[in-house]
């Protein structure tokens, strides 16, 4: 099971996206925690408005709505008797047993799973302390959970690309209209609670996985100068189709403002995995002396990372981002170093596909993922400098007399003896003599 907790200043959002799927057929309401009378006789506002009961209550609290996903492994089949006891099972665990919370069970992915809306604000006006708690509570619980209800753990799961995130179906598609819309979401939603990525340009390398692209307008429009964002359903060769969606109207807001601030953390948490992506490329690259470049990305998907090449309008390579899929992490080749950017990629792609020799230790390496390649270097050492003043020495005809044999050259640039100018002696200053009128005025 995996547990997905995402804070917010808007629970009636929340409720509004879920309610939505319901309508759609999408999604079935199959709890509800804390509410009086027959939830079914209740509609959207009404729902809304026994959350927001409490949100009054202490409206210095900005940050107030919380949206939690348990999701399952596709081979498991929950009834939703069994996902009711694990949903109020973890809420009773994190520390919100207490609170009223609605709990949805989603029919918009491969695998099995509900999204709880609840607040943070308890009947007395106090808070919860939300700070955290996917480490403090929410991980605990969930390794609680998988073992008293024998669930899949999560740490199974993590060698899946793209776990519950379907690639969008251009064809499938009605342009303009809602599903488009849902489409957007549901993956975008997906690609940035799952994956940490650092700028836009990487943000679309992994949206490219599923169809997807952000686009920041033209540089100089009035989108790119005021900070907007929108999202795009792409075709197989990667062009924009359809209709765009403001990024502001997508349930979570993925705007350009509100990714940057998780720019920085997500730097954070993607270092740790750093050494083992460059690992993996380097059993790519040490496995031939030259590839194609076909080749080259074809390998790279067997380790799970996806590589995208940027390119001019000329078709001239400037730059390469990989995405990890095995620890989803993204990074530009030039954070990896330099054998990794597209210099030093583009040094060893060639035509044909040529193999490395293969040894015994390399194999053992390229199966079983143990130990770190030797990592190949494509810069080569400077020759040694060339003494071209030596050089035209020698070729210069000696001078007999008085240079000892040395050629003429080499004769006037050698070190010699001090030398000193004649001797001057110093000028003794000569001294004034007083006048009479001075005397006299003195004498005054």
Request: proline share 5%.
């Amino acid at each position: 099971m995996v547990a997905k907790v995402i804070s917010g200043k808007d629970i009636g959002g929340v409720l509004r996206y879920n309610e939505h799927k319901v309508e759609e057929g999408q999604a079935h309401l199959i709890l509800a925690s804390g509410f009086a009378g027959e939830i079914d006789q209740l509609n959207t506002a009404q729902k809304i408005q026994r959350f927001q009961h409490l949100t009054m209550l202490n409206a210095r609290v900005k940050t107030n709505a919380l949206h939690i996903s348990l999701n399952f492994d596709p081979s498991e089949k929950p009834d939703d008797g069994t996902l009711q006891r694990i949903a109020m099972d973890y809420m009773e665990r994190v520390g919100f047993g207490d609170q009223p919370f609605l709990v949805y069970r989603h029919l918009d992915a491969a695998h099995p799973h509900v999204h709880i809306a609840t607040v943070n604000i308890r009947a007395d006006g106090s808070r919860i302390d939300i700070h955290n708690i996917g480490r403090t509570l929410s991980e605990a619980a969930r390794k609680e959970i998988e073992e008293k209800y024998q669930l899949v753990k999560a740490e199974g799961r993590t060698e899946k690309q793209g776990q519950g995130i379907t690639a969008a179906d251009p064809q499938k598609v009605t342009y303009g209209k809602s599903p488009t819309k849902h489409t957007i979401t549901n993956i975008v939603n997906a690609v940035i609670n799952n994956y940490s990525f650092t700028s836009i340009p990487e943000l679309n390398a992994v949206l490219s996985q599923f169809n997807i692209t952000a686009d920041r307008g033209k540089e100089g429009t009035r989108m790119h100068q005021r900070g907007g964002l929108q999202y795009w359903i792409t075709d197989t060769q990667g062009n924009k189709t359809g209709v765009p969606i403001k990024a502001s109207s997508i349930y979570g807001k993925p705007t350009l403002a509100n990714l940057e601030t998780r720019f920085q953390k997500s730097n954070k948490r993607r270092q740790p995995h750093k050494n083992d992506l460059t690992e993996r490329i380097n059993q790519v690259l040490t496995a031939y002396n030259q590839l194609t470049r076909g080749t080259f990305t074809k390998e790279l998907a067997t380790f799970g990372i996806h590589s995208v090449f940027r390119e001019s309008e000329q078709g001239t390579i400037y730059g390469i981002t990989y995405v990890d899929n095995h620890h989803r992490t993204v990074f530009n080749g030039s954070d990896l170093g330099r054998a990794y950017t597209a210099r030093g990629i583009t040094a060893q792609l060639g035509q044909q596909d040529i193999r490395a020799t293969p040894s015994a230790n390399n194999t053992q390496q390229r199966k079983q993922h143990e130990q770190r390649p030797q990592r190949k270097t494509y810069l080569r050492p400077a020759p040694k400098p060339t003494d071209y003043l030596q050089k035209a020495l020698k070729k210069l005809p000696t001078v007999s007399g008085t240079t000892g044999g040395k050629s003429l050259l080499e004769s006037l640039l050698g070190r010699t003896g001090p030398e000193y100018g004649p001797f001057i002696p110093k000028r003794k200053k000569k001294k004034r003599r007083k006048r009479p009128d001075d005397q006299q005025g003195h004498s005054l």
